[in-house]
Nanobody
Framework: QVQLVESGGGLVQAGGSLRLSCAAS????????MGWFRQAPGKEREFVAA????????SYADSVKGRFTISRDNAESTVSLQMNSLNPEDTSVYYC?????????????????WGQGTPVTVSS
């Protein structure tokens, strides 16, 4: 069983940066693909970024490409999301997710484990 805990969310002005972190439990973290998703009020959950088991392959939603960077540290069992050039449209609750598959994927149904979410609010 995998447990995920996100941290790092908060309030930031447009153009600013935040770094989200996700700490994972379990002994097989290095074999999991990891992803970040977000959900705004009244909206469905949407894909943000994913990273494969080794960290060598990443995938991003078009809306965040060039601004967000996903990374992982398998030795520390953590995955991070560096968010730069934030705008109000990025305001959402951000969720960390883990898949038992090794390949990075944008499909939320491929992820078996989810964190509780951390809110990010970007003001203008």
């Amino acid at each position: 069983q995998v447990q995920l805990v996100e941290s790092g969310g908060g309030l930031v002005q447009a153009g600013g940066s935040l770094r989200l972190s996700c700490a994972a439990s379990g002994r097989t973290f290095s074999s999991y693909a990891m992803g970040w998703f977000r959900q705004a009020p009244g909206k469905e959950r949407e894909f943000v970024a994913a990273i494969n088991w080794s960290g060598r392959v990443t995938s991003y939603a078009d809306s965040v490409k060039g601004r967000f960077t996903i990374s992982r540290d398998n030795a520390e069992s953590t995955v991070s999301l560096q968010m730069n050039s934030l705008n109000p449209e990025d305001t959402s609750v951000y969720y960390c997710a883990a898949s038992t598959y090794a390949r990075a994927t944008y499909r939320q149904y491929d992820y078996s484990y989810w964190g509780q979410g951390t809110p990010v609010t970007v003001s203008s």
